[in-house]
């Protein structure tokens, strides 16, 4: 581990995986409305949001795929590492109540590059509502006190 807490790309293995699972608030959804500007009134609207296929408010997908950045950031490969990228698909939506699990799991590691791969999964009662592919730098233990 780095000094941060975070896994070097030297400890990581195939199959590692971390999750975190967050319940999504009234209140997640308006802030993040507000940080993020998406107010589409599919997520701040019921009666709106009653017209569309969703039959209700639903949660911003963005919200739900920061909790993959959550795991990521805190917990595998955690703090030092940095995002490179983030490829997904949404698959279901997420409602105002509905507790997310994100789930991250070392798929590939390329030691010379720094880099690992990792599949992502967001989850809502054992549904995947969020399925992808996130790509981070990571710290070496070579230069264990360098920045990332």
Known sequence: MNSLG???IEDLQPGMSASLAKTVTE???VLFAGISMDANPVHLNEEWAKTTQFGGRIAQGML???FI???LA???PGPGAVYMSQAMRFRAPVRIGDTVTATVTVREILIDKRRCILDAVCSVSGEE???GESVMY???QKAEGVSA
Request: aromatic share 4%; net charge neutral; glycine share 4%.
């Open 6 to 8: 975070g896994y070097n």
């Open 64 to 66: 739900s795929a920061s």
């Open 69 to 71: 950045s959550a795991v």
């Open 129 to 131: 509502v969020i399925t």
């Open 138 to 140: 990571c710290t070496t």
């Open 74 to 76: 805190n917990k595998l």
């Open 27 to 29: 209140a997640d959804v």
